[in-house]
């Protein structure tokens, strides 16, 4: 009778006590190796339509996003955008291009 009380307890107990530390486990190495990314990548996507349709060339918005937060495009690689949302990502990436340019001018 004990034999089948213990056959039936043990296995749950050490899958749940596997699972809790596994998730202990998951749960820290997320917190601590966490990949911070640059918040202006999602202020370029929300100006992009969103489509991911490709056009640019890229594999999505989130890439061309990512190519023009590097300043190696513009939003006129985007071929769906409304022109009035190409300018206005246009004047967003020159400020942002300005902004980060400017430590190093200052200090000339
Ligand atoms: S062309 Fe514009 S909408 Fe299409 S994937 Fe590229 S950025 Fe997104």
């Not at 996003?65 to 006129?76: D, Y």
């Not at 190409?86 to 004047?91: E, Q, T, V």
Request: glycine share 8%; charged share 25%.
């Amino acid at each position: 009778m004990g034999d089948t009380i213990r056959a039936i307890l043990i296995p749950p107990l050490v899958l749940g006590l596997l699972g809790l530390i596994l998730g202990i486990l998951i749960y820290l190495v997320a917190k601590y190796f966490a990949v911070q990314e640059d918040t202006r990548l999602d202020d370029i996507e929300k100006m992009l339509p969103r489509a991911n349709c490709g056009a640019c060339g890229f594999a999505g918005c989130r890439d061309l996003a990512r190519a023009m937060l590097e300043g190696k495009i513009n939003a006129t690689a985007c071929k769906p955008i409304k022109p009035s949302d190409r300018d206005a990502l246009n004047k967003y990436l020159d400020e942002m291009l300005k902004a980060s340019a400017q430590p190093a001018s200052s200090a000339k």
